[in-house]
């Protein structure tokens, strides 16, 4: 009789404990070493400079941070030989008085670039100059503080060759492999990355990442990995299967993977159903991350819907993250993290 009385205790503190916030040990950032990966989110820098509550949760749940904006070259050379660390700082020390990792971003991209330079008709010459210098200053400041750097995004156009911009036009087709030379010279520990949206699964452009990757190793360029953005909404995701597969010929290639900005956009309102199927397509791409070896981490652009970018770009799109607009987990969390903790026996 008492032993019932007992075991029905433990069975109510357990439904109770299940409704709650997780504790300490049971968090993403604790079950993710077990996992063998890394678990990370985008950062708003100015939202963690004025939300203790945002700054809380992002300690308490990922050991890995991108800066969402802070790195990229519009606001760190807002003019022409200016440099403002200011945000990229706030960021850089918020990650070390919290244990976690530093994946800088963005060096070498076509967009938020300042009119300065995009208007300033400077020839090839000039051009190579200005972005060594850009690189350099960036990757010095930060050597072995910044563990990583997305050193080129977003080159490969949606047939699979290389994007015509700013950079390739002005620079030429070099432009990619000189970033990453420099950025290896200014800091030859970081782990150099190239990272895109699209190419996650199969098909034209994930075929043009491949081959532009296989070149620059071909080249010995200095790449150590490919992030796979995965921005996705419930009609338009890869199969798990083809990302696993995707992901373990470019590891053939000797470079390390990560699933790097992953967001599911929901039509909003979002309903319990499709929160349900966002939750499982967040656990079926973190599954295929955890089937690859090489797969070293998986983040999300962004911590919670209230500071996400999804409802700006897409009008009547959201609810696209892990924590809702009031910071509580929504069935996406649960879903990674039961899936972290599965994973712990496993492979690595
Ligand atoms: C987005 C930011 O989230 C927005 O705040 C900003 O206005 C535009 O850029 N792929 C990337 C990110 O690599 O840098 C982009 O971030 C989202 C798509």
């Given at each position: 009789?008492?032993?019932?009385?007992?075991?029905?205790?433990?069975?109510?503190?357990?439904?109770?404990?299940?409704?709650?916030?997780?504790?300490?040990?049971?968090?993403?950032?604790?079950?993710?070493?077990?996992?063998?990966?890394?678990?990370?989110?985008?950062?708003?820098?100015?939202?963690?400079?004025?939300?203790?509550?945002?700054?809380?949760?992002?300690?308490?749940?990922?050991?890995?941070?991108?800066?969402?904006?802070?790195?990229?070259?519009?606001?760190?050379?807002?003019?022409?030989?200016?440099?403002?660390?200011?945000?990229?700082?706030?960021?850089?020390?918020?990650?070390?008085?919290?244990?976690?990792?530093?994946?800088?971003?963005?060096?070498?991209?076509?967009?938020?670039?300042?009119?300065?330079?995009?208007?300033?008709?400077?020839?090839?010459?000039?051009?190579?100059?200005?972005?060594?210098?850009?690189?350099?200053?960036?990757?010095?400041?930060?050597?072995?503080?910044?563990?990583?750097?997305?050193?080129?995004?977003?080159?490969?156009?949606?047939?699979?060759?290389?994007?015509?911009?700013?950079?390739?036009?002005?620079?030429?087709?070099?432009?990619?492999?000189?970033?990453?030379?420099?950025?290896?010279?200014?800091?030859?520990?970081?782990?150099?990355?190239?990272?895109?949206?699209?190419?996650?699964?199969d098909g034209a452009k994930s075929d043009g990442i491949y081959d532009l990757m296989a070149e620059l190793r071909r080249k010995g360029t200095p790449i150590h990995g490919v992030g796979l953005q995965m921005h996705a909404s419930l009609k338009d995701a890869p199969r798990a299967s083809e990302v696993r597969i995707n992901m373990k010929r470019l590891a053939a290639l000797g470079l390390e993977t990560h699933i790097s900005e992953m967001d599911v956009m929901l039509t909003l309102p979002a309903s319990r159903a499709d929160l349900r199927a966002q939750a499982a397509l967040y656990r079926d791409m973190l599954q295929a991350c955890l089937a690859v070896p090489q797969c070293r981490s998986f983040s999300v652009w962004g911590a919670t819907d209230r500071y996400s970018w999804i409802p700006d770009f897409f009008p009547g799109q959201g609810a696209a993250l892990l924590f809702g607009e009031d910071g509580r987990a929504k069935p996406a969390y649960n879903s990674v993290r039961r899936a972290l903790r599965a994973a712990k026996t496993g492979k690595r």
């Open positions: 009789m008492q032993l019932r009385i007992l075991v029905t205790a433990a069975a109510f503190a357990a439904a109770l404990i299940g409704a709650l916030p997780a504790s300490a040990a049971d968090t993403l950032r604790a079950l993710a070493p077990s996992a063998g990966i890394r678990i990370g989110t985008a950062v708003n820098v100015e939202a963690l400079n004025t939300d203790a509550a945002y700054a809380r949760l992002l300690a308490r749940e990922f050991n890995l941070v991108t800066p969402e904006n802070a790195m990229k070259f519009s606001v760190v050379q807002p003019e022409r030989g200016r440099f403002d660390f200011a945000q990229a700082d706030a960021l850089v020390e918020f990650a070390e008085a919290n244990g976690m990792q530093v994946n800088g971003h963005v060096l070498v991209w076509h967009q938020q670039l300042p009119d300065w330079l995009t208007q300033g008709n400077f020839d090839s010459h000039e051009l190579k100059a200005i972005l060594r210098e850009h690189i350099q200053t960036l990757v010095t400041r930060y050597r072995g503080r910044v563990a990583s750097w997305d050193v080129g995004a977003e080159a490969v156009d949606e047939n699979g060759r290389l994007r015509e911009t700013f950079w390739s036009r002005g620079i030429g087709p070099d432009y990619l492999a000189l970033a990453f030379r420099w950025a290896h010279e200014a800091d030859p520990q970081a782990h150099l990355r190239y990272n895109d949206y699209g190419g996650e699964g």
